[in-house]
């Protein structure tokens, strides 16, 4: 069921001014809405920019080099973008092998919308979870796709959070797209 809030990064859970991550930036609308939301100390953005990804998205080969030219704009533009922003730091790499950059309990908020397949959820979210402060906030986008929705379930299991799903009025009007895995304590205030 989804929560009724749509703004539930506004709560009290996620602290403003913290460390923060998104993971598969894409063009980078998600990290505009993150930045001006929690005011970071400091941003990282991680993005291979890379197709066809090993993913259900891309099952044709003739798309490959038109899809990759795409890919290669969203990272220029990216890049450009946030280039002159002091707090902000562009990783260009896959996800799995930039959370090795980083400390254990180094992040305040983990943004996940990165390679959509179970698999790579999986993986997406063993690298990163460790990454995170015990009271900080693990989230992502695409909870309506059936993989990422059991991934994230399943993970959960194990991790024991409260787990959330709230619509994200930035990308979608209707369903419940979003995901958050808060400290298990915490509530939506």
Not at 94 to 115: M, Q
Not at 144 to 168: D, P, Q, W, Y
């Amino acid at each position: 069921m989804c929560d009724k809030r749509t703004k539930w990064w506004d709560n009290n859970n996620i602290p403003k001014n913290g460390v923060i991550v998104e993971i598969g930036v894409d063009r980078g609308i998600n990290a505009d809405r993150l930045y001006k939301v929690f005011n970071p100390k400091k941003m990282y953005l991680v993005d291979a920019w890379v197709y066809p990804a090993p993913n259900e998205y891309i099952e044709l080969e003739t798309k490959k080099d038109r899809l990759q030219e795409q890919c290669n704009k969203h990272r220029d533009f990216v890049m450009e973008k946030w280039e002159n922003v002091e707090n902000v730091e562009v990783i260009h790499n896959t996800s799995v092998e930039a959370a090795k950059y980083f400390e254990d309990e180094y992040f305040d908020f983990i943004y996940i919308d990165a390679n959509h397949a179970y698999q790579a959820v999986k993986e997406d979210l063993a690298a990163w979870y460790p990454k995170l402060k015990p009271r900080g906030v693990i989230a992502g986008h695409d909870w309506s796709h059936g993989s990422v929705k059991t991934a994230v379930e399943e993970f959960n299991e194990t991790v024991k959070r409260k787990l959330i799903h709230v619509k994200n009025p930035v990308y979608h009007s209707d369903g419940c797209n979003e995901w958050g895995l808060l400290p298990a304590e915490e509530s939506i205030t």
